[in-house]
């Protein structure tokens, strides 16, 4: 760090280790971030750590790339080529703002994995929280799409004030307007007061609004204006409000896909598309399926510490291969329900096999229908659908009713009907 702060010492590109005796690598990073003579110097980090929070922390501290350990020669000779040629674009601009410092400690993301993919992720929850910019996350259902959310809103600058989370898809069609916007006393039958809106309690936080593939069209053209405006007003009022929010969307459907089909407006996809990440599902990242297990495990036995304390070798192995429709939130639940119903002090095979493949189950399930008559065997048929269709979604009507193929009014009243809880 001496030699690099001489003036006569301009290097093209700076690696740095997360561990360092002295002072770690973060610590420097922001002071050469600090510093205006070094500030256009693209950093690179490297370090035996790969989880989610050093990597946030370090692309958001300013770090041009992140390298953990045992790396590939090619890619840091890549990453160093990358770089020179950023810094060689730099030297045309006079000076560049220092990168954002962090005003508090937050707190740990909660995001779990070592997968490229995952690390490409934290590098840009670590570039875009400390901006205003609207963030588009896109995955399938379970994969943690609102974790990474609250990693965003946890290391922005709004981290003291809310983030208010809205299930698009939960609420009914004709309470959305209502539920987003508020209503002031008097706007329909049964507002006996006035109450504000989710827009409203989010200012100075951010709005994080899931399955907005599922917000209503009207309501689309609303929440576009309030966004290009900062203002709007409570269904039934007359005053514009001001709200200073940051949006978050998140979806597990293709939003350009219905929009070409009409259902879902276009310019509120560009609106929304401004930074997209792509989550990938669980199964094109296995390799971090062990760590998850493990977490999930630990979790688990905190309230139990009867529980078994592994799994074996047959049944990692098991959980390594499974495919996961459900992602991650299937894992967890695989995981909590083996905890409980293991017998062993390790979580044997057996105890996952009904758990890890819902086929399984539905197999078992359908035995002997053609035996029955016809209306006894749709019941049952639906029956072990409409579990397979929950378990998939995590207890998520909304989702569920998607997977099905009809619309969650008939998924609800088949619940009844059938007297699945």
């Known amino acids: 760090m001496g030699l690099v702060a001489q003036q006569s010492l301009r290097p093209e590109v700076i690696f740095l280790d997360l561990k360092m005796p002295r ?9 050469l971030k600090g510093d205006p003579r070094l500030s256009q110097i693209p950093v690179v980090i490297i370090t035996a750590l790969g989880g989610s929070e050093e990597t946030i922390e370090a692309m958001k501290a300013g770090a041009y790339d992140y390298i953990t350990k ?8 890549r990453t160093a080529r990358r770089a020179i040629e950023v810094n060689r674009l730099w030297r045309e601009v006079e000076r ?10 937050p707190e740990p993301s909660g995001i779990i994995g070592r997968h490229p993919a995952m690390r490409e992720i934290f590098k840009l929850i670590g570039k875009t929280a400390p901006t205003d910019a609207t963030v588009l996350i896109v995955g399938e259902s379970g994969t943690g799409k609102e974790l990474i959310a609250q ?13 208010v989370t809205v299930n698009c898809g ?3 069609e004709t309470l959305t307007e209502s539920e987003l916007f508020g209503y002031e006393r008097g706007a ?15 200012d100075g936080g951010t709005l994080f609004l899931d399955e907005i593939g599922d917000l209503p069209l009207g309501v689309q053209v609303r929440l576009l204006r309030a966004l290009q405006e900062r203002r709007f007003e409570r269904l039934g009022g007359k005053e514009s409000i001001g709200a200073d929010f940051r949006l978050i969307a998140a979806t597990n459907q293709d939003l350009e896909r219905l929009a070409a089909e009409g259902r879902f407006r276009e310019d509120s996809f560009y609106r929304l598309n401004v930074v997209r990440i792509d989550v990938p599902p669980l199964r094109a990242r296995r390799s971090d399926i062990a760590e998850l297990t493990e977490h999930f495990l630990s979790a688990a036995r905190a309230a139990r510490p009867n529980a078994p304390s592994g799994f074996s070798e047959e049944a990692m192995r098991a959980l390594i291969t499974y495919d996961y429709p459900g992602n991650v939130r299937e894992l967890r639940n695989i995981v909590e329900r083996a905890v409980a119903l293991a017998r062993g002090p390790l979580i044997a095979p057996e105890d996952l096999l009904p758990l890890t493949d819902s086929a399984f189950g539905a197999r078992a399930g359908l035995e002997g229908l053609l035996e029955k008559p016809l209306e006894e065997a749709l019941a049952a048929l639906q029956r072990v659908m409409i579990a397979h269709a929950l378990e998939r979604s995590g207890g998520n009507k909304a989702e569920a009713a998607r997977i099905l193929g009809i619309h969650r009014q008939l998924l609800y009243a088949k619940l009844k009907e059938l007297g699945i809880e």
């Open 23 to 31: 002072r770690d690598g973060i610590a420097s990073l922001r002071a």
């Open 170 to 172: 939960a609420i009914p």
């Open 151 to 163: 990693a965003i809103h946890r290391h922005s600058r709004r981290f003291a004030a809310p983030m």
């Open 96 to 105: 560049l703002r220092a990168g954002t410092a962090t005003t508090g400690a």
């Open 70 to 77: 045992p790396f590939d020669t090619d890619e840091v000779v």
């Open 188 to 202: 329909f039958t049964g507002a006996v007061s006035s109450k504000p809106g989710r827009l409203e309690n989010a």
